[in-house]
C-alpha cells in the first residue's frame, strides 16, 4: 500500500464514519419521532357499575380496597337502579370494593378484578339472602361469535318477568333477583317484549330493543324507572358508546 | 008543488056526492103521489146514506189499516211511487208504506227483516221486496203485484175526478205545469148484506201530507247563510210559489204570510184561505203542492223517541255524572243499531262481517260517546275513560305524567280507552335545545360542564275558533316529564325522573317578541311554546309566534358539574339511552290542567339519536345552531291500506295499545315520529310554527288538513254548545281506523276523519275507498253507517201544543218524485254557503235540481242513471241516509267548489241545515174517499147500478201514545225503558170535508 493509497483509504474511513455518524443522528432524532407519531394508544380497559341494590340501602361507592377514606371512590354515589356506562382505567389487578357513600370505612364486599386492555367488566351490585353482592361479570366479545347473547336479569322487586322476542318467548318466569343469559340471537336488531303481571294484578308491559349490529352482547335490565313503573332497560356489552 | 020539492033536493046531493068524491079522489091522489115521493125521497136518502157509509167505511178501513201497519212495523217510511202499467196506462199513482218485518234493534245477527211495500189505498195488498238489484222493471211488477189489476172505470174510482166541466185540478189536485189532470184511482171494495148481495162499495187513496210544503208554517225570509234549519218557519215561501211559477212572488208570500197572522193562532183554519188575501186566487192550483197540516215522527227506526243529546248531555266535573251521560249515549247507539260498534275497524275485504270482538266495540261506543259529549258540553275538559276494566272516567286530579300503557310499561293496552275531542290546542312537534355553555378540558381525568336545556313544543289549535287560555280550565300548564338522564361517569350525572319534571304555566307564557302574555291560541294557527329565553331563529323562525316560558328554577334548565365520562381521550357529557341505544323515546310532554289531562302526547319527546356534549374538535360548541337539535312529528297510520296517511294532527294518544319504541310498529309506533329532524336538518324537517300538513295525502285522506293557517282552513269544528242540527254528528271525530303498515289493528290512530253525516258512506273505490257501507240496503254494513246516529238522536222537541215525538212542517224526501221535490225546493230557497270554504256561494237552482234529481233516483232506486243506487231497495228509510246522494261528495254541482276536495264540514253543510226540516215518514195523512151505494143489476146485467155516490176528504194525525210516563231525557241508562214503542196511536182528525 502507498501513502497515497493510505491516504485515500483513511479519507474512505473518515467519510465512512461522518457518514455513519449522521445516519446515527437522523436515527436517533427520526425514530423517536416516528415512534411518537405511531405510538399505540395508552392500553385500557372498561368497568361500569350498576347498584342494583335495594333503594333503602342508599347510593353506593366503588372504591379500590384499601384506599384512604378521603381518595375518592373509581365510582361513587351510585343510586339504586343506576346502570352507569362504561369508564376507562388502567389495566392492572384491581382489588374493589362496595361501600356505601360516605362510609368508605365500612366496606360491604370486596372483589378483585383483573383488568387487561380492551377487556370490559361489569361490577353488578344486587342483594342476596346473606346481603349485598358484588359480582365481576366479563362482558368483553368474542370477535368470533357468529350471534347474540342476551342476558336478562330480574332487579324488579315483586316482579316475576317473561321476556319475548315477537311471539317467540325467550325468558319465561324470571323471578326478583335472577338472571338468565340467552345465547344463539341472531345478529340484528333485535325487539323484546317484556311481560309481568304488577302487584294489583296489572298486567305490564314494555318494549325495548336489543341491537346486535352494534355488539353482540346486551343486558336487559328488569328494574323501576325513576317513577317506580315497568320501564327495563337494554346495555350494550362490550360497548363504549 | 011536492014533487017539485023532491027534484030539487035530490040534484044537491048528487052534487055534494060528486064533489065529496072528487075531494076524497083529490086526496087519495094527493096522498098517493106523496106517498110514492116520499117513498123515492126515502130511497134516495138511504142509498146516499149507503154511500155516505160505504165512504165512512172507507176512511175507517184506510186509518184502521194504516194504523195497524205502523203500530206493528216501527221501521217504515212513505215515498210515492208512479207504478208503471201492467197492460197500458199508469197502474197506479201515490203513496206507499214500506216496511219492514223487524226494527233494526233486532239486527244483532247482521242482516236486516225483509222489506214490504203497501201502496195506501183500497183493494191493496202488501207485496214482499226482493234482494237488490231490481230492474226498473222487475220493481214496476213488485209492486204492482200488490193490486188486484189494471185500473179502470170498472174496478176502481179517480179520486181526483173532475169536479166540473174543464177542471184541471181535481179534489186532490195537479202537479204545477202539467199537462193534465192526473188520475188517482183506488179499486172498488165491494160490500155485500146478509144475503151476499153486492150493496155498496168503497174507494180510498190515502197520502202523506208530509210530501207538501205547509203555508201555515213556512216563513218568508229566504234561507240565506244564518238558518240552521230546525224549525219549518225558516222554509220560505217563496220557493213554493216561485215553483209554482207565481209572479212576484215574493210579494205574493208576503201577503199570504201577513195576512195569516191575522188569523188566530196565526194560522189558516182552512185551506182556501190562503186566498183570502192573495192577488189571484192561487189556492186550488197550489193544493196538490202544500197544504195546511203536516209533520212527522221524531221517532226513530226502532219507533221509540229519539234521544235528545242536549238533554242528556252537559257540562260536569263528576266522573260519575259524566259516565252517566255516556252510558246514555251509549246505550242508546246499542239499542239502536247493535252492531254499530262493527265500524271500529274492517279487517278484511268483507264488508258485512261481524269481526270486532265485544270488547273492542265496547272501546268505540265509549269513544264515540266521549267525542260527542266533549262536542256538546261547554268545557274543554276532555272526557278521559280509564282501561280498567268498568270504564270509569278519569277527572278531578293533577296529572303528573303522560297517559301510558297499562301497569305503566312502555308498551301495551293504553291505560285510558277514550279521550275526547275537545276544543283544545293539540301538541304537534316537539325538539330539544341543548346548548353547551362550557366545557373543558377536552382531555385529562375530568372535566367542567355547563349546559342548558331548552324544548320547544308546537301547538296547533286545529278547530276554527279561537281558544282562550281561560278556556283551558283551571291553571292549565305544559308538563315535560321525564326527561332523559345524562351520563358524567358517575361524577355529577344529571338524573332522569320526577325532580326534572316541569310544569309550566301557561299563564306565565310571553310572547318572544313583544312580550305580551299568550291569551289566545288562534284559530288553525300553531304557535310555539318553548323554554328558550332566546330563540334560535332557525328553529322557529317567526318569534311573534313563540311564546316562552321561564323554567324556574334555572337549575332545572342549567346543569353545571363534573364529567369523567370518556370516549377514546375525550371528556364528554352523553345523554343516557334507556330501552333502545343511542336514543330516546320517553320525554313526555301534555298539556294539562288541574282537573286532568288536556292533550298527552306520549312519547313526543323522540330522540332519535342521542346527544354528547363534547369539545372533541377543539372548539367549545356555544350556541351552535346545527347541533343538539331532536325531534319529531305526529304520524298517523301509513301504509298501503288505501285511506292510510301519515301527519294528521288530529290523532292523539288513543290507540287501543301502544308501542312507543315500536322497532317493528313502522310508523305505526306510538311516539312521533322522528322525520329526521337531527343534527343537520333544522329546519329542513321541521315546521315548528306552521301546521303539519307535509304528510297528508288529499287523495287518500277524506278530510285532510291544510298547512294554511286560517279558521277557514283548521280542519276541526268543536262546537261546545248545544247542537242546533243533528247533523252536527257530522263534525265529531269518528274512532273509526284502518291498519297501519305494522298490521296491527291495535297500533293505529284514528286519524282525524270525522263521521260521515251529510256525505256518502257507500264505498266507492274512487271517490270514497274508505267507506263502509256496500251500498246494499239489506247488507248488515248499512245498519253500522254513520249517518244511522242521525236516527238515533235529536236536537228537536215537540212544541208544548203537540203530543210528544211529532213535529210539525216535516217535508218528506220521499215525496219528491211527486211535485219533482217542491217541498224541498222550497226548504232550500235562497240558500248560501256559510262554510268558510264556500262561503257566499248560493245554492243555485240548478244545484238543488241535481239533489232533487238524485233523491227521485234514490226512491226509485235507480241503478242506471245511479250505480250508486244499484243495490238499494224501497224509498230512504231514514233521514240520514238523505247523506247517500252522490253530489255531497263528488262534482262541482253543489256548490261550484270540488267537493272531493272540500272539508268535511263543508260537504256535509247542506244537510246539516236541511236534516232539521226533513223526514221519511209524516204522521198526518188524508184519505180521499168514495163511496157507492149500489142495486143488483137488472136482468143479469153484469154491473151493479149505482144508487148514490158519495166522497169525502178526511185529514188525520198519528198521535203516539205510552201508558204511563212518556219516554224523556236525561234517562236511566241501565234500562231499556226509556226506548219503549208507543202502546199505541191515536186518531186526531183535522179535517172533514168533500
Known sequence: ?????????????????????????????????CELAAA????????????????????????????????????????????????????????LALSKSGEPEKPLKFVDLNLLANSYFTLLAYPTPQGPNLEVIKDTNDPKATSGTLTVRNFFPDVTAEVFNGASKIVGALTYGQSVVVPNLPLERLPLTIHTMRPENVPAESGAEADFKLTKRATLLIIPDAYGRFRPRVALDGKNL | MRRLQLSHCGGFALVITLITVALLTIIAVAFLASSSLDQTTARAFANKAKAQLA????????????????????????SWEKVNPRSGGVLYEGTVLYYRDESPDATAGGIPAPLHALPLISGATAVSIPPPPQSAASRASTLAAALPGPLDNTNSFDLNHPRYLKDTQGAIG???????????????????????????????????????????????????????GDDPSEIPMQGLLKTLGIPNFDAVATVIFNSRSNFPGNRFFEYRAVDQAAPSPIADNAKFESTIFSGGLNLSRTGSKRINLNSTVSTSTDPGAIRLQLDQIINTIKYQSPNFGQRFYRPGSDKNSLDVPASDQAIYLNKTAANIRDYIDTDSQPTVIDNDGNFTVRIGSRPT?????????????????????????????????????????????????????????????VTNNDIAV??????????????????????????????????????????????????????????????????LPALAPDKSKVYYIQIQPENLRTYSGKTQKKSGSNLRLNMRDRTTNSSDYETEIALANDLGMLESAWGAGAIGTAISVNIDNGNERLDQTKYHFRGASLRGNSGSSVDATTGDPRSNAEQLQFDLNGASAGTDKTRYYASGLGDNDIPGSSSLGAPNSNYVDPSKWPDYSSSNEAAADAPAVIANAKLTSIGQLGDIFDPVRVEGDSSNIRLSRS????????????????????????????????????????????????????PPGELEGLVNINGAARDDGVALKAALFGYVFQDAQLAG????????????????????????????????????????????????????????????????????????????????????FTVYAAGQSLVPPPGGSAAPVVTATSQTKVTFRMDPKWNGAVPSDPFDPTSNDRFRKPDRYEIKILYVGE
Open chain 1, 1 to 33: 500500500m502507498t501513502v497515497l493509497e493510505s491516504l485515500i483509504a483513511m479519507k474512505l474511513r473518515s467519510f465512512t464514519l461522518a457518514s455513519s455518524l449522521c445516519l446515527v443522528a437522523a436515527i436517533a432524532i427520526i425514530v423517536p419521532i
Open chain 1, 40 to 95: 399505540p394508544p395508552s392500553p385500557i380497559g372498561y368497568i361500569r357499575f350498576w347498584n342494583m341494590l335495594p333503594a333503602a340501602d342508599g347510593p353506593m361507592d366503588l372504591r379500590r380496597a384499601g384506599a384512604g377514606p378521603t381518595d375518592p371512590p373509581l365510582i361513587g354515589k351510585s343510586p339504586s337502579g343506576r346502570y352507569n356506562s362504561y369508564l376507562e382505567f388502567s389495566p392492572g389487578i384491581y382489588h
Open chain 2, 55 to 78: 165512504a165512512r167505511t172507507a176512511v175507517n178501513t184506510a186509518i184502521a189499516r194504516l194504523l195497524d201497519n205502523v203500530s206493528n212495523y216501527s221501521d217504515s217510511a212513505t
Open chain 2, 174 to 228: 195537479a202537479p204545477a205545469g202539467a199537462a193534465s189532470r192526473p188520475e188517482f184511482r183506488a179499486p172498488w171494495i165491494s160490500q155485500t148484506d146478509a144475503d151476499g148481495k153486492v150493496t155498496s162499495r168503497y174507494a180510498y187513496w190515502m197520502e202523506d201530507e208530509s210530501f207538501k210544503a205547509n203555508v201555515n208554517l213556512m216563513g218568508v225570509t229566504p234561507r240565506g247563510s244564518d238558518t240552521v
Open chain 2, 401 to 461: 305524567n303522560c297517559f301510558t300503557a297499562s301497569g305503566g310499561g312502555t308498551s301495551g293496552p293504553n291505560e285510558v280507552i277514550a279521550i275526547g275531542k275537545e276544543r283544545i290546542p293539540y301538541i304537534q312537534e316537539y325538539a330539544l335545545r341543548v346548548r353547551e355553555i362550557s366545557f373543558g378540558p377536552r382531555t385529562g381525568p375530568v372535566a367542567n360542564y355547563t349546559i342548558s336545556i331548552d324544548h320547544y313544543v308546537e301547538i296547533w289549535n
Open chain 2, 470 to 535: 281561560s278556556d283551558l280550565g283551571p291553571n292549565p300548564f305544559l308538563l315535560i316529564a321525564d326527561q332523559p338522564g345524562w351520563d358524567a361517569g358517575g361524577l355529577d350525572d344529571i338524573p332522569e325522573g320526577p325532580p326534572r319534571d316541569l310544569h309550566l304555566a301557561l299563564s306565565n307564557a310571553v310572547n318572544s317578541a313583544t312580550g305580551s302574555p299568550l291569551v289566545i291560541f288562534p284559530a288553525g294557527s300553531c304557535i310555539v311554546l318553548t323554554t328558550d329565553p332566546d330563540v
Open chain 2, 751 to 802: 286519524g282525524g276523519r270525522t263521521f260521515r253525516i251529510g256525505q256518502p258512506n257507500f264505498f266507492n273505490p274512487s271517490n270514497n275507498p274508505s267507506g263502509l257501507w256496500d251500498g246494499d240496503s239489506n247488507s248488515a254494513s248499512r245498519e253500522w253507517t254513520a249517518w244511522r246516529l242521525a236516527d238515533m238522536f235529536t236536537t228537536q222537541t215537540s212544541p208544548a201544543f203537540l
Open chain 2, 841 to 924: 256561494a248560493p245554492l243555485s237552482d240548478v244545484a238543488v235540481q241535481k239533489l232533487v234529481d238524485e233523491v227521485k233516483a234514490r226512491v226509485m232506486n235507480d241503478g242506471t242513471t245511479y250505480p250508486d243506487f244499484a243495490y238499494t231497495s224501497g224509498p230512504i228509510a231514514e233521514r240520514g241516509a238523505l247523506s247517500e246522494m252522490p253530489v255531497f261528495n263528488a262534482g262541482t254541482n253543489l256548490s261550484g267548489a270540488d267537493m272531493a276536495t272540500t272539508y268535511d264540514r263543508g260537504r256535509e253543510e247542506l244537510f246539516r241545515r236541511l236534516v232539521g226540516l226533513i223526514t221519511t215518514r209524516g204522521n198526518i
